[in-house]
């Protein structure tokens, strides 16, 4: 058994095994029929099976009956039609003009109320969908009119800081003054920051700045 096992573990591997168990096999209980007639029973001729006297009898007793109950149930069938034919055409000839004109006129009018009452519920659709519509554009309306005015809230700040910034440049007015500043007053940005925020310039290191984080 182990070396059958053993045998067998090559073969039916994981991925052969995966494979396999897609297919599913058929097999059937007779020979298929596109096979054809075999050999063996080419040239045989069944035997035909002999019915029993009183079977054969009984059988054609209850196909006459059948044949009888469908037939009656079919004239039954066909005499309803044809008296429900003459009933209906009795009605129309026994029908008078002045009838049949005030069968017209009730018709017309039972149309002519579907009409109106169709007239007004589609008008008080299109009324609540055109207010809804209103309504809908005027929040819209309002909706941009407010995003506009934040709009030119924020621009008009931002020229308000760009005026009060715009007094320290330097003009033509004022560069004079501004390089006799920078003459008396020079800047270096030559310094370093420790872990604490002082501030350490390059030409005097006892000179230090503490500055504030944010």
Known sequence: MASLVAAFSGVFTKPRALALLQYTTVRYRRKP????????????????????????????R????????????RNFLRDEVEAYKLVSRAGLVLQTPEEEEAEWQDAL??????????????????????????????????????????????????????????KT?????????????????PTSYNFALDRDGNIHRANNSSTTDNIQPY
């Open 33 to 60: 029929r596109w096979l054809g007639t075999a050999k063996s029973k080419l040239f045989r001729v069944p035997e035909r099976r002999k019915q029993i006297e009183e079977e054969v009898e009984e059988l054609k």
């Open 169 to 185: 440049f330097i003009t033509r007015e004022n560069i004079d003054k501004a390089i006799e500043l920078a003459l008396v007053q």
């Open 62 to 73: 209850l196909h006459n009956n059948y044949r009888t109950q469908m037939k009656a149930v």
């Open 109 to 166: 009018r039972r149309n002519d109320e579907w009409n109106q009452q169709t007239a007004a519920e589609r008008e008080e659709r299109l009324t609540a969908e055109r207010a809804a519509r209103k309504e809908f554009i005027l929040e819209r309306l309002v909706l941009k009119e407010q995003r506009e005015m934040s709009k030119q809230e924020e621009v008009e700040a931002k020229v308000r800081a760009e005026k009060e910034q715009s």
